[in-house]
């Protein structure tokens, strides 16, 4: 299930938490901070969460909130000023780690707008690459 969707739907508010520390169990207590949870956000531009190529602690924090918490969204460091560069691999590496959302910062533009979404969908109408074995799991669909 994804919590925060199911508000959404049901046009209910949406309560969450926002996660500025690294580490799975920072993450995890913040999840089971409060049942009535829909988001959680891991802040990887503000917090001390990195997101840096072969530093896991973004990645291990998502895993370790799993499929049946709040619904996990990541903000991203790089900002949509460079969403066809930096952004691009940021977002492509917090979704194949399992996040079922994303923030990009100070995208203010049609075109950057455009840009975060390419990034984050697979061909034909995005430019992500396939490599996780798993994320599409979590969207109930098949590789």
């Known amino acids: 299930t994804h919590p925060l969707l199911t508000a959404f739907r049901a046009s209910k ?5 926002w996660i500025t520390l ?15 949870l829909s988001w959680v956000v891991l802040d990887c531009e503000h917090g001390a969460i ?8 973004s990645a291990h924090a998502i895993a370790g ?5 709040p619904t996990t969204i990541v903000r991203i460091p790089a900002t949509g000023a460079c969403a066809d560069r930096s952004a691009g691999w940021q977002i492509k590496y917090v979704l194949d ?37 798993f994320t599409h799991l979590a969207w109930g669909t098949s590789a």
Not at 13 to 17: D, I, L, S, T, V
Not at 65 to 69: D, E, I, P, S
């Open 13 to 17: 508010p949406a309560f969450g938490a």
């Open 65 to 69: 909130l799993g499929a049946a918490a």
């Open 97 to 133: 780690a399992g996040a079922r959302g994303i923030i990009v910062p100070m995208v203010s533009t049609r075109a950057q707008a455009e840009s975060v979404v390419a990034a984050s969908r697979f061909p034909p109408r995005g430019v992500r690459g396939f490599g996780s074995p």
């Open 22 to 36: 690294p580490g799975v169990l920072s993450a995890r207590t913040a999840a089971a901070s409060s049942p009535h």
């Open 50 to 57: 990195s997101i840096q190529p072969g530093a896991a602690e």
